[in-house]
């Protein structure tokens, strides 16, 4: 059985006051593709599911240019989405994306709200393009809200 060539992306991430958090990704790609542009459609899941936004990527191409406009709101970028996958071999793994948008969650609830419909095409596009080590699909099991008290400060956003 060959295996799908998978990438990493990284992708830098800013709150309204300028702290910086990060999160990784790896993408099926064919060899010599970016895997940035093959994945393009993850900057608008992302801009729907978190009020930071995106100030840097690398993968095969180093991108350092904002995506859009981070919102003002309830969290910051400590405060993150942690959405929890597993992989072909059960093996376990956490995304998160910082500074998420407070309308995804349940009320007074820290899990993701099952219908919310950002958090529906977010999970659609992770099952559909994350792939685990061995290049096969992941399965997400669930989502709630964590904070970190990991912080970088830009003066760029200040």
Known sequence: M????????IF????????IGSLALDVTTAGGDDPITNFAAFYALFNAISNGIIVGQIGQTADNAATG????AAYDIRDKLAVE????????H???????DPAIFATNSELVDPTNTAWLALKTAI???VK???GNAVRVIRAYRQ?????KSSQRFV
């Open 2 to 9: 060959a295996l799908a060539a998978v990438q990493r992306v």
């Open 12 to 19: 830098k991430v800013a709150d309204n006051v300028g702290k």
């Open 69 to 72: 406009t981070a919102a003002a």
């Open 85 to 92: 996958y597993v992989g072909s071999q059960n093996d376990h």
């Open 94 to 100: 956490t995304i998160e994306i910082g500074d998420p």
């Open 127 to 129: 099952q559909g393009n």
């Open 132 to 134: 685990d080590k061995l």
């Open 147 to 151: 904070r970190s008290r990991n912080l």
